[in-house]
T-cell receptor, first 114, second 114 residues
Framework: DTGVSQDPRHKITKRGQNVTFRCDPI?????LYWYRQTLGQGPEFLTY????????KSRLLSDRFSAERPKGSFSTLEIQRTEQGDSAMYLC????????????FGPGTRLTVT | QQQVKQSPQSLIVQKGGIPIINCAYE??????FPWYQQFPGKGPALLIA?????SEKKEGRFTISFNKSAKQFSLHIMDSQPGDSATYFC?????????????FGQGTELSVKP
């Protein structure tokens, strides 16, 4: 399978704990996006990278959130001191150099904060 | 200005019917309008997309109609099948001056009855 992959698929954590998610984009896609989706809503943009550079962060991305893409390949999204309001599906998407607007999504990581 | 409004929220059709989902936007900088299909527990899958220089695009049973002056676009599903039952999201982006982040509508839950 050469699609976008995300790990883990599900994560249950207690309030106050830190969690980290990983996204592996489609090979040679140079843009990588993170979105958050809550039940019954469309995905909301969090941040995106072009190669290793983080070019934009949404106001939704509080100081407790940090994202990296150290070598321009995979990316990680870390949430520190999780809160119940962080419970959501975290989606990663990537787009190729020749068609930057075509975003292909991974299966997502479902986070539940208890 | 960044919103994309989608209707209806839910839709039930008989097999073979033609469901129509509508979206409206305000930001005239948007230049790419994709539709995504999402099944429960899965990430959104890119279905079809259109740019403002054309008024209609067909791919298989899926058609997008685009009205630039009204800032509206819609998805038509011809000969709908029970397997088309899913949530559909419209989206919009402006890749050149806004990084290509997708702004999603609220989603339409489609049910196709056999």
């Amino acid at each position: 399978d050469t699609g976008v992959s995300q790990d883990p698929r599900h994560k249950i954590t207690k309030r106050g704990q830190n969690v980290t998610f990983r996204c592996d984009p489609i090979s040679e896609h140079n843009r990588l996006y993170w979105y958050r989706q809550t039940l019954g809503q469309g995905p909301e943009f969090l941040t995106y990278f072009q190669n290793e550079a983080q070019l934009e962060k949404s106001r939704l991305l509080s100081d407790r959130f940090s994202a990296e893409r150290p070598k321009g390949s995979f990316s990680t999204l870390e949430i520190q001191r999780t809160e119940q309001g962080d419970s959501a599906m975290y989606l990663c998407a990537s787009s190729p150099r020749g068609a930057l607007d075509e975003q292909y999504f991974g299966p997502g990581t479902r986070l539940t904060v208890t | 200005q960044q919103q994309v409004k989608q209707s209806p929220q839910s839709l039930i059709v008989q097999k073979g019917g033609i469901p129509i989902i509508n979206c409206a936007y305000e930001n005239t900088a948007f230049d790419y309008f994709p539709w995504y299909q999402q099944f429960p527990g899965k990430g959104p899958a890119l279905l079809i997309a259109i740019r403002p220089d054309v008024s209609e695009k067909k791919e298989g049973r899926f058609t997008i109609s685009f009205n630039k002056s009204a800032k509206q676009f819609s998805l038509h599903i011809m000969d709908s099948q029970p397997g088309d039952s899913a949530t559909y999201f419209c989206a919009a982006s402006a890749v050149d001056n806004q990084g290509g982040k997708l702004i999603f509508g609220q989603g339409t839950e489609l049910s196709v009855k056999p």
